[in-house]
C-alpha cells in the first residue's frame, strides 16, 4: 500500500521518497523503479527514491504510515529524523488504535488519519498489484478542516485516488473496521480471495454475525454505523474485488504476523470495556491466533 500511494505520487512529481526496511525492495526500486501492475493488466514504472534511512532524507510535509499495527512506534520513532516543525503524519493503516500509538511518539497535534478502500499485493519487490479501487477518507482527529489536511488531499487527488475530506472520520474508520472485521480473518483462515467471501451461504453468514457486533460495539460508544448500509457496502466491496488477497491472508502466506488485535480484537476490547458480547469476534481472535502460532512455530506442546 506504501508503493501504491508513494509511487502514484511521484508519478504525478511529487517529491517522494519509500522508506522500507528490506533492502531487496530498496534495491529493487533504486535498479528498476517501482512497478505498478493494474486490475486491467497495464503496468506503470515510478522511478521515486528508496531508503531504509530517515537521516538521509531529512525534513519533509507529509509521512505517509501504511506499516502493520505492531510496528507502529518503532516506525514513528525511527522516522523521526524526518520530523520538522510542521511535519505531519497520515496514516492510513488498518484497525484500530493507530493513532494514539502515533500520538504518544510525536504528539497527537501531529497526527491526521484516515482509510483507503484500494487494495494492493506485493507480487515481488519492487513489484506490487493494484486489484481495487475505491474512495480514500482522510481527516483532522478533531473534525477540522485545516490547510495541511486539504493539502493532502489535493496531492492525493492529483495521483489519481478518489479522496473524500471528512468532518467525522472516526465514523468513518468504524465503517472501514466493519469491512476488515467481516473480511480479512475469514479470507485469511479459508484462503479465500475477496470475491469468493461472498459467494457462499456460510461466509455470508459468518461475516454478518461479525458484522452485528460491530455495530453494537460501536452504538454504545456513539460510533453512527448503519448494518443495512454496511453490508452492502461490503457485499459490493468483494464482487469488485476478483483476484484481491485480504491482507491477513497475505501474511499468512507470508508466515508472519497478522493484525488481529487491532482488528477482531478491538472489538472483543471495546465489548468488554462496554459490556457488549462479542463472542463470534473472539472465535475468530483465538483462530487466528492459533493459526499464527502454528506457522509460526510459537506452539506449545
Not at 493539502?151 to 475530506?165: C, K, S, T, Y
Not at 499468512?252 to 469476534?281: K, L, Q, S, W, Y
Request: glycine share 12%; net charge neutral.
Amino acid at each position: 500500500m506504501g508503493g501504491l500511494f508513494g509511487g502514484s505520487l511521484a508519478l504525478v512529481g511529487e517529491e517522494v521518497v519509500l522508506i522500507d526496511v528490506s533492502k531487496a525492495a530498496i534495491d529493487a526500486i533504486t535498479a528498476s523503479g517501482l512497478k505498478i501492475e493494474e486490475k486491467d493488466g497495464t503496468v506503470r514504472i515510478a522511478h521515486v527514491k528508496a531508503s531504509s534511512t530517515p537521516a538521509e532524507v531529512g525534513p519533509v510535509d507529509l509521512i505517509l504510515n501504511f506499516v502493520k499495527c505492531y510496528h507502529t512506534a518503532d516506525a514513528i520513532r525511527a522516522a523521526l529524523p524526518m520530523f520538522g516543525p510542521q511535519t505531519a503524519v497520515l496514516s492510513l493503516q488498518n484497525g484500530w488504535g493507530n493513532a494514539d500509538t502515533i500520538g504518544a511518539v510525536v504528539g497527537s497535534a501531529r497526527v491526521m488519519v484516515g482509510l483507503t478502500y484500494h487494495s494492493a499485493t506485493l507480487v515481488a519487490p519492487g513489484h506490487i498489484r493494484h486489484p481495487g479501487l475505491g474512495p480514500t477518507y482522510i481527516g483532522e482527529l478533531g473534525g477540522a478542516t485545516t490547510a495541511r489536511l486539504e493539502d493532502a488531499g489535493n496531492a492525493l487527488q492529483r495521483a489519481g485516488f478518489e479522496v473524500r475530506l471528512s468532518p467525522a472520520i472516526l465514523d468513518e474508520v468504524w465503517k472501514k473496521l466493519a469491512l476488515n472485521v467481516c473480511t480479512l480473518p475469514t479470507g485469511a483462515l479459508l484462503g479465500f480471495f475477496a470475491n469468493q467471501l461472498g459467494q457462499h451461504a456460510g461466509t455470508r453468514s459468518l461475516m454478518q454475525a461479525l458484522l452485528g457486533e460491530v455495530v453494537a460495539v460501536a452504538a454504545v460508544q456513539g460510533i453512527k454505523l448503519d448494518a443495512g448500509e454496511r453490508w452492502s457496502a461490503i457485499t459490493g466491496v468483494l464482487e469488485k474485488a476478483v483476484g484481491a488477497k485480504a491482507s491477513m491472508l497475505q501474511d499468512r502466506e507470508a508466515r508472519r504476523r497478522t493484525e488481529i488485535d487491532v482488528i477482531n480484537g478491538a472489538i472483543v476490547e471495546a465489548g468488554r470495556r462496554h459490556g457488549v458480547a462479542t463472542p463470534m469476534n473472539e472465535s475468530m481472535v483465538w483462530l487466528v491466533k492459533s493459526m499464527e502460532e502454528a506457522y509460526l512455530g510459537e506452539a506449545k506442546a
